[in-house]
């Protein structure tokens, strides 16, 4: 984290991208920035807007429910035995369209968007940290209901297990940014916003998580990201033994998927977390997905859910 540690010092805008597990990292000054990495955070973006005027192919081809059960087993044995209270499980589903990923990066409406030379892309919604001032704020993403389901705003929000989920990793955001920061405050708790997710409307429950640095963060930014890394919500809780719980039962290498992606302004900090993510393997396509399991999960509803996430949305 040298880097984003000695540019933030020196006040030089940046993009960042770093891996799940913290071993890949892409640092480099936005005036220099490689001609095949566009992005969308912050407010800031460095491609044109565009809109899909076409008709478009997406097939996916997910895990059979079979698999997905024994590995959802084998998370809820851990959670039997005190190992995990929250693990969000994820799966690689192989996708096919007749789009290219550079297309679906420009048509896609989100928040925060990447394409990373070629290899892959995001569209998330999940704000990751955001530093202003000496304010740090934090806004963990939990619960999703489809938007049309009869009083959905009322269901996500009463639902015990989605209730649970969250309080867990607001419990863990707040622990997070007590490493780094000063009265932390949870702001909003379970607010819910909505998005698009292909030909459905979602509704999703955040919330926001505040704390205070000392004036001279910038000085030691990179440690910082460092230490709240990786982001709570797409790990569970507690952190360190759920992610090898993960190592153990997720079958591929998760990557840069739910790693993070942000920028420095030169005076503030923006970043997200890397869902809603479509990779490029050879001539094929994969799109990663999963959600987060307790011990009240309904092996149905979790399965259905990692499919609805997989989308494009236009």
């Not at 984290?1 to 540019?7: C, E, G, H, K, P």
């Not at 030089?12 to 220099?32: A, G, T």
């Not at 940290?129 to 993403?141: H, Q």
């Amino acid at each position: 984290m040298d880097r984003i540690t000695q540019f933030a010092q020196e006040r030089i805008p940046f993009l960042f991208v770093i891996s799940y597990d913290k071993k890949e990292r892409f640092v480099q000054p936005l005036d220099s920035l490689d001609s095949d990495v566009f992005f969308k955070i912050g407010g800031y973006r460095n491609y044109p807007k565009a809109t899909i005027d076409k008709r478009y192919l997406i097939k996916k081809n997910p895990i059979n429910f079979k698999s997905y059960r024994e590995s959802l087993d084998r998370v809820l044995e851990e959670i039997r035995s005190g190992n995990t209270y929250l693990l969000n499980l994820t799966f690689k589903t192989p996708i096919q369209t007749d789009l290219t990923l550079k297309e679906i990066f420009i048509y896609a409406r989100a928040k925060y968007k990447l394409y990373f030379k070629g290899s892959f892309i995001c569209f998330s919604p999940e704000k990751f940290i955001e530093i202003e001032g000496s304010s740090i704020s934090t806004y963990p993403m939990k619960g999703t209901i489809e938007a049309t389901t009869s009083n959905a705003k009322e269901k996500i929000l009463t639902n015990q297990k989605e209730m649970a989920e969250h309080t867990m990793i607001v419990d863990l955001m707040r622990n997070d940014l007590g490493m780094v920061a000063r009265d932390v405050e949870v702001e909003r708790f379970r607010y819910v916003e909505k998005i698009r997710a292909g030909d459905k409307e979602l509704l999703q429950v955040s919330s926001k998580i505040t704390a205070q640095l000392p004036d001279n963060w910038r000085d030691n930014l990179g440690e910082l990201v460092e230490v709240m890394l990786p982001a709570g919500s797409i790990t569970g809780t507690p952190k360190r033994s759920t992610i090898e719980i993960i190592e153990s039962i997720e079958d591929y290498d998760r990557g840069f998927y739910t790693g993070i992606f942000g920028i420095f302004d030169g005076e503030s900090l923006y970043s997200a977390v890397m869902i809603r993510f479509i990779e490029k393997e050879g001539d094929r396509l994969y799109y990663k997905s999963g959600g987060g399991i307790t011990i009240d999960s309904d092996a149905k509803d979790e399965y259905f859910e990692l499919i609805d996430k997989i989308y494009l949305p236009f």
